[in-house]
């Protein structure tokens, strides 16, 4: 099936650009005494990178793309793996799995990275504008618990973000 895909896409071009937007944070984790706790954006964070497109029918697309991202002092590389589907003329709904890696040093700041890696879903819409600019909005659920504040004594950490964003093909 996946060979048919592929034999099949050769048609159509793979598209490459930038992606640069906002995201809006929250950090789902308990205290020290076992409550709800966490961090919520103040205002919002920037993100940014570079994205491919590969359409694989008249309507069908994968997304990849290498992104940037920051949350509560944190970087995060994320790279999100989407399966894109045009609904409605310049309207498509994007549904995947992210990878999320923590590349900051702990011994600079006040967190205990659990686990560098991790997992997310992500669902969003994607509009385009013309042949060259796409607005995006995502929201990306995290499963994975990766680290701990240690001065706002917060543990257990998953990280969950609103996107707002645009792309330019080149």
Known sequence: MFFTVFVFAQKY?????IKAGWNYSN???????GESSGYLSNGGELYGGVSL???I????????NILISYTDAI???ELPIYYK???????????????NYIPDSESSQP??????FGISGDIGLDYKISQHFNLETTFSKGFTKQYDDLI?????ARRDVYRLGVTFYF
Not at 57 to 64: D, G, R
């Open 85 to 99: 589907y045009n609904f409605h003329k310049r309207i498509s709904v994007l549904v995947g799995p992210k990878l």
């Open 27 to 33: 950090v789902n984790a308990i205290d020290e005494k």
């Open 13 to 17: 071009p793979l598209k490459y650009g």
């Open 53 to 55: 497109e590969k359409q």
């Open 75 to 77: 970087t995060f590389l």
């Open 152 to 156: 706002l004594t917060y543990y257990n």
């Open 111 to 116: 967190y205990y990275f659990k686990r560098r």
């Open 57 to 64: 029918s008249t309507k069908s697309f994968l997304q990849s």
